[in-house]
C-alpha cells in the first residue's frame, strides 16, 4: 500500500506543474552552450552573447541557426499527409506503434539570428536580429482524449554592446519584436488541450486559414540584457540579467537572473552556473548547470549537466561554415531529472 501511496504522488507530482519553458520568445541558447550542459553567463559569444550576457558580445557578422528536434525524429514524417488536413488526424488514434513513439513531451523548434558588429577602442557595438518558432505536445496513451498541444512563432531585434575595463567587462543590450500563437490559433491558453478521439476539438485550435497563419504572431514584447564579466588569472566570474516585458508562455513578464564561473587552462574549459535565480518554482538542483568544452582548433568537443541530465557535442570550425551538433535534454520540471525531453540540435552558422 505504501508502494502504490508513492507511486500516486509521483505520478500528480509529474503532470500537476507548470511548465517551466527552456525556450521562450527572444530567449535561446546556440549549440555550443547546450552541448555545455546549457552554461552561458561565463561562456557565450558573438551574436548569442547579445541575449545571454553581452558582456561577453565579439563584433562581427554572424549567421546561427540551431534546429532541435526530438528523439522520436524518426516517426514524426507520419504527420505530413495531415498538416493539410487536420481533422483527419484522429485517424492516428488507431495506430498503436505511431503513439508509443509520440508518447510523453516532444518540441521542435527552429531559432534563426543574423547580425553585425564593430569594435572601436575598448567598446564592441552589435544588433542582429532574429525569428524564433517552437511546436510542443504531451501525449499519454492513458488520455488521449486530454492531449496538450501548442506552436507558438515570434521575430524579433536587438542592438547592444560591451566594453572593457582592465580585468572587468561590461555590457547591455535592449529589443523588441512580436509572438503569438500558431497553435492554439485562438485564445490565450498555451499549450492547448484536444481529444485526439473527436476531430471536433480542434476547431479554433488549428488555423484554418493558413494565409492567416502570421496574422497571429500580434503580441508586442521587450528584451533587455545586461551582463558582468570580470578575469582574474584563469579564472571568469560573471553575472546576468534577461528580462521580457511580455513573455506569451506564461502570460506575463520574465526574468532570468544567473551567475556563473569558468576556468581555462589551454584548449579546456571548465564551467559552472546557477540559472533563473529568480525562479523559485525551480530548485536549485534544477538551476544547476554544468559545462566543459575542448578546442581543438579545426574540432570543438563539449560535455555537461544539465539539471541533472547529461549533454555533449561536437562543433567542426571550417572555413565560412562552422557545424554543430549537440544532444541535450529539455527539463519541463521545477526539479531536475524529473521530466526530461532528449533533443538533438544541429546547426550551421557563420561568422566573418
Known amino acids: 500500500m505504501k508502494k502504490f501511496m508513492i507511486l500516486i504522488l509521483c505520478l500528480l507530482f509529474v503532470t500537476a506543474f507548470s ?3 527552456e525556450v521562450s520568445p527572444g530567449f535561446f541558447k546556440p549549440v555550443e552552450n547546450l552541448g ?5 553567463v561565463t561562456t557565450s559569444q558573438g551574436l548569442g552573447a547579445l541575449i545571454l550576457n553581452p558582456a561577453l ?3 562581427g557578422f554572424e549567421i546561427i541557426s540551431p534546429i532541435g528536434v526530438s528523439n522520436n525524429v524518426m516517426s514524426i514524417s507520419k504527420l505530413f499527409p495531415y498538416i493539410s488536413n487536420p481533422s483527419s488526424i484522429t485517424e492516428l488514434a488507431s495506430d498503436t506503434e505511431f503513439l508509443v513513439s509520440m508518447q510523453g513531451v516532444h518540441s521542435y523548434d527552429w531559432n534563426i539570428a543574423a547580425g553585425y ?16 518558432t517552437s511546436a510542443f505536445w504531451n501525449l499519454s496513451l492513458m488520455r488521449v482524449e486530454d492531449v496538450e498541444l501548442g506552436v507558438w512563432a515570434s521575430y524579433f531585434g536587438v542592438f547592444g554592446g560591451s566594453f572593457k575595463i582592465s580585468n572587468l567587462k561590461i555590457g547591455a543590450s535592449v529589443g523588441g519584436g512580436m509572438a503569438g500563437f500558431l497553435v492554439p490559433a485562438t485564445g490565450t491558453d498555451y499549450p492547448a488541450s484536444v481529444n485526439l478521439l473527436d476531430e471536433n476539438s480542434f476547431e479554433n485550435i488549428v488555423p484554418d486559414d493558413v494565409n492567416k497563419i502570421f496574422s497571429n504572431i500580434n503580441n508586442l514584447f521587450f528584451t533587455a540584457s545586461a551582463g558582468v564579466i570580470y578575469d582574474i588569472s584563469n579564472f571568469r566570474f560573471g553575472a546576468s540579467l534577461f528580462y521580457n516585458s511580455n513573455d506569451v508562455l506564461i502570460n506575463s513578464s520574465r526574468y532570468i537572473l544567473s551567475i556563473g564561473a569558468s576556468y581555462n ?8 552556473e546557477l540559472e533563473d535565480l529568480l525562479n523559485q518554482e525551480k530548485s536549485i538542483y534544477r538551476k544547476l548547470n554544468l559545462g566543459l568544452s575542448t578546442d581543438f ?3 570543438k568537443l563539449f560535455g555537461g549537466l544539465h539539471a541533472g541530465w ?30 526530461g525531453e532528449q533533443r538533438y540540435i544541429l546547426s550551421f552558422d557563420t561568422k566573418f
Request: aromatic share 18%; no cysteine.
Open 57 to 59: 558580445y565579439t563584433p
Open 265 to 272: 587552462w589551454q584548449f579546456l574549459t571548465v564551467a559552472a
Open 19 to 21: 511548465y517551466q519553458w
Open 117 to 132: 558588429g564593430s569594435k572601436l577602442g575598448n567598446i564592441s557595438l552589435g544588433g542582429m536580429g532574429a525569428f524564433q
Open 36 to 40: 555545455m550542459g546549457g552554461t552561458y
Open 297 to 299: 582548433g579545426i574540432v
Open 310 to 339: 547529461l549533454t555533449g557535442g561536437v562543433k567542426l570550425d571550417i572555413p565560412f561554415v562552422k557545424i554543430g551538433f549537440t544532444a541535450y535534454v529539455y527539463e519541463y520540471s521545477k526539479h531536475a531529472g524529473i521530466m
